[in-house]
């Protein structure tokens, strides 16, 4: 990049890293000259076979996974975008929160890299990633409403910059991810649980067992899910007593009634949450969702309806860009960027690190800090 006074007279480019939770990922992002932002190539390596025997992600092995593939991550990152580390501009890296032992794989990763190559190192928020990505996508202005909803964290945010996040409300225990991932594991189907209890749910009745919509009752923007997860657990075991197992319909029709009551429940929230962002007069309001569990599909149609009832926009990125992946962190990394940050061989792997950190923490503290 190089500047004549204020102006931009070439592209930005930008080498993310990721390594947060189970995907171990790379991407380079440039901003061209003409401002406009193009995802050069995102490479992602998950992780699923390491841990399905398991139920879940394994830190440890994350992390030794994270190791062994984020040279490779990083090559074929650059090999797909036909550039070498001499054309990049800086490197971004995930810093925090997440999983202590991938973080730290990637960040000392972007270190090295930075110290080889004399190249600026940025650290970023996994959740400003995610929260930042519809900017990435389609370039909404600030500020507007977001909606990051995944496997480890769900909460609502006002975004009027970067590094500017005001928390309206957010889950005080489980994260919807969380509750589709133990709602699969009850019925015994496969991880990730989003999309499988997502497909049961297609055909099934979501009338025939009520489950509780949790907090509805409380005038705020918070949510809790872990009770819709035992609730599918009562119901479950009464099922299996009374006729000695569950059938497909069954199983269906638990699924179809757990993400009618996960969708209703964010659903009202959004709502509370809308005319809160709204006091802001935005000159475009815009509701833009992010993270995992964006990707199901009943989820957005409601969003997208309260959205059209509020006169407001609604955007949600790619599939493929919901989950966890570099280009988000690349270009979380260009706005820093591009706002005079920069950050030392100090900078620290944070397994704890909340985007709006003047708001009491919602899921208790501790040594190391807010969990979200």
Not at 3 to 17: A, E, F, H, V
Not at 59 to 76: G, M, Q, S, Y
Not at 225 to 238: E, P, V
Request: glycine share 10%.
């Amino acid at each position: 990049m190089r500047c004549n006074g204020d102006t931009m007279t070439q592209s930005l480019t930008i080498l993310g890293l990721e390594s947060s939770c189970d995907d171990t990922a790379a991407a380079v992002v440039r901003r061209e000259a003409d401002g406009s932002v193009r995802i050069l190539s995102s490479i992602v390596f998950d992780q699923a076979d390491l841990h399905r025997a398991y139920g879940g992600v394994v830190p440890e092995i994350a992390a030794r996974a994270h190791a062994e593939k984020l040279d490779h991550c990083v090559r074929d990152a650059l090999q797909h975008a036909d550039l070498g580390l001499g054309d990049l501009d800086a490197i971004a890296v995930t810093a925090g929160p997440g999983l202590i032992g991938g973080v730290i794989s990637g960040v000392m990763c972007a270190k090295g890299l930075a110290a080889a190559t004399g190249l600026p190192l940025i650290g970023v928020n996994h959740l400003a990633g995610h929260a930042l990505t519809p900017r990435l996508t389609d370039a909404i202005a600030y500020p507007y409403l977001m909606l990051l909803v995944s496997g480890g964290h769900c909460q609502y945010l006002i975004a009027r910059g970067a590094e500017d996040f005001s928390r309206l409300g957010g889950t005080i225990d489980d994260a919807p991810g969380e509750a589709f991932d133990k709602t699969a594991r009850l019925l015994g189907l496969p991880q990730p649980g989003g999309p499988a209890v997502q497909q049961e749910a297609a055909s099934g009745d979501a009338r025939r067992f009520r489950f509780p919509r949790p907090l509805l009752d409380r005038d705020d923007c918070n949510l809790s899910f872990s009770g819709l997860k035992t609730a599918l657990m009562r119901l479950r075991d009464q099922l299996i007593a009374e006729k000695g197992g569950l059938t497909r319909q069954d199983r269906a029709d638990l699924c179809a009634g757990f993400q009618a009551a996960v969708v209703d429940v964010l659903g009202e929230k959004t709502k509370r949450a809308l005319q809160i962002y709204l006091q802001e007069n935005p000159a475009v309001p815009t509701v833009a969702v992010a993270g995992g569990v964006a990707a199901n599909t009943a989820i957005r149609h409601r969003l997208e309806t309260i959205c059209a009832d509020f006169g407001a926009a609604f955007t949600a990125p790619p599939l493929a860009l919901c989950t966890d992946n570099a280009a988000m962190i690349a270009y979380a990394g260009m706005e820093r960027f591009e706002a005079g940050a920069r950050d030392g061989m100090d900078l620290s792997a944070r397994p704890r690190w909340p985007l709006d950190q003047s708001s009491p923490a919602m899921l208790g503290s501790g040594k190391k800090g807010a969990k979200a």
